[in-house]
């Protein structure tokens, strides 16, 4: 049997059974018309979370982390002097590991005391590198943004958040003064806008 005789006989066995033959044909047409539309509603749904999420200027990603309570320290078993936290060969690693990083900055967050003279504040400090006023897109106002060469010269060097610099600083300039984080001195190069404006 050749393949024209087949094809006749086919078609001739679909004539034979019209409804049979419409039926299937309805079936597979509504078949890929639901996968097709399923498929569709759900790139739909992909970009606009993903423009929703752009909109958001969601494209950073924060690794943090949490010092092991005493109780966890005691639990384990382990003194409580042991280190924790990610460390430069972390952070150079996960640099080298991920390709699609376009930028990162190191920094650590912590609560202190921030003095001057009479004046106190009780603020966030963060240790961090020159990129970090790009990424978070946090503009200096007054001064200059930290520097590479503060980072080589270990510089004892400070930016000032808007509302930190107006409670230390009620009525003079900051920049180029003294102030105290800690036990440490730190000069006033810079003022952050502020970020409730």
Same mark, same amino acid.
């Given at each position: 049997?050749?393949?024209?005789?087949?094809?006749?006989?086919?078609? %001739?066995?679909?004539?034979? /059974?019209?409804?049979?033959?419409?039926?299937?044909?309805?079936?597979?047409?509504?078949?890929?018309?639901?996968?097709?539309?399923?498929?569709?509603?759900?790139?739909?749904?992909?970009?606009?979370? @993903?423009?929703?999420?752009?909109?958001?200027?969601?494209?950073?990603?924060?690794?943090?982390?949490?010092?092991?309570?005493?109780?966890?320290?005691?639990?384990?078993?382990?003194?409580?002097?042991?280190?924790?936290?990610?460390?430069?060969?972390?952070?150079?690693?996960?640099?080298?590991?991920?390709?699609?990083?376009?930028?990162?900055?190191?920094?650590?967050?912590?609560?202190?005391?921030?003095?001057?003279?009479?004046?106190?504040?009780?603020?966030?400090?963060?240790?961090?590198?020159?990129?970090?006023?790009?990424?978070?897109?946090?503009?200096?106002? %007054?001064?200059?943004?930290?520097?590479?060469?503060? =980072?080589?010269?270990?510089?004892?060097?400070?930016? =000032?958040? /808007?509302?930190?610099?107006?409670?230390?600083?009620?009525? @003079?300039?900051?920049?180029?003064?003294?102030? @105290?984080?800690?036990?440490?001195?730190?000069?006033?190069?810079?003022?952050?806008?502020?970020?409730?404006?």
């Amino acid at each position: 049997m050749n393949v024209i005789q087949q094809l006749k006989l086919g078609f %001739r066995s679909l004539m034979l /059974h019209k409804l049979r033959s419409a039926l299937a044909v309805l079936g597979i047409l509504i078949g890929v018309t639901a996968v097709i539309w399923l498929v569709a509603m759900g790139e739909g749904v992909s970009y606009q979370a @993903q423009q929703q999420i752009k909109e958001l200027g969601a494209t950073s990603i924060i690794v943090r982390t949490i010092k092991p309570s005493e109780e966890a320290n005691s639990d384990s078993g382990s003194r409580s002097g042991i280190a924790y936290g990610l460390l430069r060969s972390d952070y150079d690693r996960i640099i080298t590991n991920i390709p699609t990083i376009s930028s990162a900055v190191p920094m650590r967050e912590i609560s202190r005391d921030v003095r001057r003279d009479e004046f106190s504040v009780s603020a966030q400090v963060i240790g961090c590198t020159p990129e970090y006023f790009s990424i978070n897109r946090l503009p200096v106002v %007054r001064g200059r943004p930290l520097a590479a060469s503060d =980072l080589r010269g270990l510089e004892n060097v400070v930016v =000032l958040a /808007h509302d930190v610099a107006e409670r230390l600083f009620p009525i @003079q300039d900051p920049l180029g003064r003294a102030i @105290q984080i800690g036990t440490e001195f730190y000069v006033v190069v810079g003022v952050a806008q502020d970020r409730t404006a």
